[in-house]
């Protein structure tokens, strides 16, 4: 009940400082949860350019590989047949085989041993060497 002139206590009012202790603490939450949330963009964000880098460095590899593997689709019979086996050609393993007599397969593999680049070849054998 309120006469005129009369002041209402604190306690029944709510203490100002009470409140203004409250928001404080709800400004700590708040940004200690936005302090973790840049923490995390930092990190994905770091982890996202390791990842491209590494990314870029296997797409080179790939196009080095590719170049190698162009040059050696155009070597004629008598190369492939020179460089039967496995050889080091780079940072890749070549392999070349010939699985019949006018297929060659040619396998570019990296230093753990993966396939990189696999393809065949057909060289036809020399009408002279048919015959023999």
Do not use: K
Not at 27 to 49: G, H, R
Not at 72 to 97: K, S, T
């Amino acid at each position: 009940m309120h006469w005129p002139g009369c002041r209402v206590p604190n306690a029944e009012r709510g203490a100002p400082g009470a409140r203004n202790g409250m928001v404080l603490l709800e400004v700590i939450v708040a940004l200690t949860i936005l302090a973790m949330s840049a923490t995390t963009m930092a990190a994905l964000a770091a982890a996202s350019v390791t990842a491209v880098g590494r990314a870029e460095a296997a797409d080179h590899a790939a196009a080095q590989a590719d170049g190698l593997l162009e040059a050696v689709a155009l070597w004629p019979r008598a190369d492939l047949d020179r460089h039967l086996g496995d050889r080091a050609e780079g940072p890749w393993d070549m392999r070349i085989d010939r699985p019949s007599r006018a297929l060659y397969t040619v396998t570019l593999c990296d230093s753990a041993g993966r396939a990189v680049l696999h393809t065949s070849l057909f060289r036809p054998e020399d009408r002279g060497h048919a015959a023999h």
